[in-house]
Structures are given as structure tokens and as C-alpha cells.
């Protein structure tokens, strides 16, 4: 099997696709964010005899450098590594344009000197902001309505130029909001089970209306590798999606009946996007990567959030209920 890098394979969903490349057969380099605890991220709770197979690199996606080194040898890239959380780009946005544009520049400029064979560039659903009509296919509009957005539309395009510009084969792989065990409290399922699980009986959420369209993290794993493993999906960027959505209340609702039925709802002022900001809603296409690869969700969404609240119930030490996590 072919020789893969994954970076940001220490967080949520890169551990995820690090694993399941390594069941599917795959000999898998880790690039992990460099820091002086060696610290692996979510790497470091994977089984000895799993960490073991994997090639282990620390290094910095905005250093260009060890982003080269990193990838020599490397048939195939996992673009994973990015700043994700929408309300720390408010207020640190050359940090994005740093980690997003630049550490994606890194990554083509690297692939097209090495001569790599296919390279996966992540992007998100956040690129189309409030849906203009659904669902939401690949030819939408883009609308840079946060910081984070208009970096990974920023990288969207660069990936796009080098296809265009040196025939590089980069596949744009966009995955709709995608939760499960090991995802952080700054995103919206887990910071309501958190909650929950910690017995809070007011469980503060920011705007309830929004719609979503929810991945499990497993089926957004396959869908990435489906993606690598089809000659048709080069030159292309692709949507993951249920084609579902349910709204922010409603999730929030469903989640209190489970885990805590006398818990009620409340709307906290620093937890609302800036009007303008605001993504009201996500209900992507799944229909160009059904018809491009053998991908189709595995998981009920019933599934993955009852697997979500039991990885966070044993796990609950790691998160911060008390707190906004931005």
C-alpha cells in the first residue's frame, strides 16, 4: 500500500483518518504540531500496538521547510493541519492566514517539487455560508462570513491554481460539520454534552435557530480516503454530507431528553456570532461524491451521538463545562 502523510493528525478528525488508514493498510506519517511536552494529541491515546506502525513528525505547517521534509517519500498528503474555531478568529485572524493560507502554500509548493502523486487539501462547509439554496452543491457561492471561512476559501483557491497552474493533483475534499468521541468543547455537540454530563441544569448555548448538516467523524474519515483511492476526483472539490439537518435547538433538546431531561436552554450573549456573521444554514449535496467514489455514510446520526456521549462520559476530566471554550 502506498506510503500516506496525514497532517494534523494529532486533532479530532485527523486521528480518525489516521487510524482508518492504518486498518485499511496504509503506511501512515503523523504530522504532528510540534511542542516541547512531545505532546502527540490525541495520538497518544491510541493502543501501543497502533502507535507503533506509524512514523511519527513534529514539525510546524507554516514552516515550510518541515512541511518538506515531512512529506519526502510520501505517495499521497492528508491536508488536515488548520486553525478551526470560528470565534478565535475574531480576534486573531493573522494567525489563520498564517496556519490556513500559508500552511497550505507549504504543502502544494512541497507536493509539486516532490513529484506527490495526490494531495487532499481540507477544506469546510463554512466556505458557502448561509445557504443561498440547498442543498448546498459544490457549485455554490463562496462568502467569507468569519475570518476562518475566508482563509480556508483563501486555500480552497490556491489549491485550485496549482491544479490549474502545474496540473498538480489536489482534490478539495469539504466536509460538512462532522462531531464524535474526541472532538473539543469549542464546537456545538460536544459543548452541550459536556454540559450535561457535568449535571449543569442550564445548559448555555449561543443562538438556537441554525441549521446544520452533521458527519459522523468516522464517515467523514471514509469519506476522505474514498476520495484519495478515485482517479475521478482529481482537479475536484467535493462536498461530505448527510443531506440531513437539524437545528442547534433542536439538537440541544434531543441531547437534554438523553442525557438530562429537567436541563433547560439558556441563550448567552458571548456565545452569538456577530449578526452578519452568523451561518444560518448548512444542508450540503452529497450527490458529487456518490457519483464519484463508492462513499455513503455508515452511521446513523442516532449512532454517532449515542458513541459521542459515551466517549465524553468517560472522558469528561478532559473537557471545561464551566467555560466558554472559544
Known amino acids: 500500500m502506498a506510503k500516506v502523510l496525514v497532517t494534523g493528525s494529532d486533532g479530532f478528525i485527523g486521528s480518525h483518518l489516521t487510524q482508518s488508514l492504518l486498518h485499511e493498510g496504509y503506511e501512515v506519517k503523523a504530522f504532528t504540531y510540534y511542542n516541547s511536552f512531545n505532546n502527540w494529541g490525541w495520538l497518544d491515546t491510541f493502543p501501543k500496538d497502533e502507535l507503533k506502525e506509524i512514523e511519527v513528525f513534529s514539525g510546524d505547517i507554516r514552516d515550510p521547510n518541515g512541511v518538506r521534509e515531512a512529506m519526502k517519500g510520501c505517495d499521497m498528503v492528508f491536508h488536515l493541519a488548520a486553525l ?3 470565534p478565535f478568529s475574531y480576534h486573531s485572524p493573522d494567525s489563520y ?5 500559508k500552511g497550505t ?3 502544494l509548493q512541497a ?3 516532490l513529484g506527490t502523486s495526490k494531495i487532499m487539501v481540507t477544506s469546510t462547509s463554512e466556505v458557502y455560508g448561509t445557504a443561498q439554496y440547498v442543498p448546498i452543491d459544490e457549485k455554490h457561492p463562496y462568502q467569507g462570513q468569519s475570518p476562518y471561512s ?8 490556491l489549491a485550485e491554481s496549482f491544479y490549474r497552474s502545474f496540473n498538480l493533483p489536489v482534490a478539495i475534499v ?7 468521541p474526541r472532538q473539543s468543547a469549542r464546537a456545538v455537540i460536544p459543548t452541550i454534552i459536556s454540559q450535561l454530563i457535568a449535571g449543569k441544569t442550564e445548559i448555555k448555548l449561543g443562538s438556537l435557530t441554525p441549521t446544520r448538516d452533521f458527519n459522523y467523524v468516522k464517515d467523514t474519515a471514509a469519506g476522505f480516503i474514498a476520495i484519495a483511492k478515485s482517479d475521478k476526483t482529481v482537479g475536484q472539490e467535493i462536498n461530505i454530507a448527510t443531506q440531513k439537518e437539524i437545528s442547534i435547538g433542536d439538537l440541544a433538546n434531543m441531547l437534554i431528553e438523553k442525557i438530562n431531561p429537567s436541563a433547560k436552554i439558556i441563550c448567552e450573549e458571548e456565545r452569538l456570532r456577530p449578526e452578519k456573521s452568523e451561518v444560518n444554514r448548512l444542508l450540503g449535496s452529497n450527490a458529487k461524491i456518490k457519483e464519484l467514489t463508492d462513499w455513503a455514510p455508515k452511521y446513523t446520526f442516532e449512532q454517532g451521538i449515542d ?3 459515551a466517549f465524553i462520559r468517560d472522558n469528561i476530566s478532559a473537557y471545561k463545562p464551566d467555560i466558554y471554550n472559544v
Open 307 to 309: 458513541e459521542t456521549i
Open 150 to 157: 475566508a482563509t480556508k476559501i483563501g486555500a480552497d483557491r
Open 174 to 180: 469539504r466536509p460538512f460539520n462532522t462531531f464524535g
Open 105 to 107: 502554500l507549504n504543502v
Open 111 to 113: 507536493a509539486r517539487d
Open 97 to 101: 492566514v498564517d496556519t490556513n493560507i
Open 84 to 86: 478551526i474555531a470560528i
